[in-house]
DNA sequence: GGAAACAAAAAGTCAGACTTATACATCACA
DNA sequence: TGTGATGTATAAGTCTGACTTTTTGTTTCC
């Protein structure tokens, strides 16, 4: 995913990111350059240059005469992409999963109604079409096939309400349906009933329905929501 | 805010980082290390630390042999306080405020709702404190001070929702506010109507009725939209 | 006309010397 | 004894210059 080994200091925030992020260096813990450098076996311009992405997600604090802090968790950019895959690659996936979850079942019913003002014909087009692919693998354990449709359906949607804090989320999404088919639940076919919901929500979009596509994009992230125990709205 | 000159890069990116976002530089554009480097009349080593910064908000590529791309804007990490910061302070800022308050009017509502269940009592008392202080300042120009307890107010439900990533949206919320009592909306007294929601809220919150504190706090935003004549849902 | 070899350009990496801010300790003085 | 000024060690910050590597575009040759 994305650019794995884009230089040296990519390859050191590969190993510190999620070192970080994971939480095995504690809140107010503190590390040197010159050490990381060392540990890692770069330059000092190549751990610096390191340093100043951390330092840029926040995870991470430079003040002269002390060296690196690690910054709490409640000061991280958490909505910086690389920083969501680091933490769902690590320990706090769990967690983090459930977090995107809820900030999905915000977003999402919103988005739907926004699509059904706006989405352009191509769009509702490709929202059908993404439905119906939902529905052809909905049997048969064609779960990749299922996912890639699902995963389409709702960066259309994102997409579509004309909002680019909307649409960014598109990846996070992509993010969390793959989670859980790869990880979580999801070992049989996807439920039928979420299925017919998707086909619903392209429906309502097409027939400019606003109300409705937000109210069946709810029940459908409620379902999200129900699948990982979280309390529904 | 945050921190003006944390190092010859941060100066150089206060100028940089505003101006691609601005869009003075169209998606596609190349710009090179050396150069740049040279016309802020820095070292390569500062430039490329600020390069590596730029590049980790999504707003850069670079690559060997061609240079240091800009790229389209909506590629960019739209989250990142940074970015919203330099968008809102140039030409893109009415843009930015919109798409903003769209958000917030996703975000805040479901953050009520698990307020109403996940506040402590200390969440609850602070809450109400800040409507009391909304109402105490709603009257006599006492902009400054209103703007301060409308914001801790906002603030406060985030936190209260328990979410993380709703949590960390405080400072966009905060930014928004600021925004609109400086700028734009907003020279007289605030509305009343909205006034009152607030202290609605917080009753809601303390008597633990997540439905009243969603709905409520949707009517909130439906108003922040109509200010910007956002199409309400 | 296409494939293979070549050259140039720009980012990437490194090492070393120097500067600067600042936390902490020390000391003088009240 | 407590407080403020002074000093010092430390780690980040900065700069320079040389070198490496990747990649693009050209040139050459079959």
């Not at 190993?15 to 330059?43: K, M």
């Not at 989320?169 to 439920?191: I, S, W, Y």
């Amino acid at each position: 995913m994305s650019t794995p080994g884009r230089g040296l200091h990519g390859r050191v925030l590969d190993t510190l990111g999620p070192a970080i992020t994971a939480g095995e260096y504690p809140p107010g813990s503190i590390l040197r350059t010159d050490e990381l450098a060392q540990h890692f076996e770069v330059s000092r311009s190549v751990m610096r240059e390191a340093v100043r992405v951390l330092e840029s997600m926040h995870l991470v604090e430079s003040r002269r005469r002390v060296g690196v802090t690690v910054r709490p968790k409640c000061e991280w950019n958490v909505y910086d992409p690389q920083v969501i895959r680091w933490r769902l690659a690590g320990a706090d996936r769990p967690h983090q999963l459930r977090s995107l979850t809820v900030l999905r079942s915000a977003i999402e019913p919103a988005a739907a109604g926004l699509a059904a003002r706006l989405a352009t014909p191509e769009q509702c087009a490709e929202l059908t079409e993404c439905a119906l692919g939902m529905v052809a693998h909905s049997r048969g354990h064609r779960l990749a096939e299922y996912l890639y449709h699902d995963v389409a359906f709702h960066r259309v949607i994102l997409t579509a309400s004309g909002n680019e804090m909307f649409a960014r989320l598109g990846d996070v999404v992509a993010e969390v349906l793959t989670g859980r088919t790869e990880h979580e639940v999801m070992f049989e076919d996807p439920d039928p009933a979420a299925v017919t919901l998707h086909v619903r929500v392209a429906e309502a979009v097409r027939a400019r329905d606003a109300a409705r596509a937000e109210e069946l994009t709810r029940q459908i992230t409620v379902g999200a929501l129900q699948e990982l125990d979280i309390l529904a709205p």
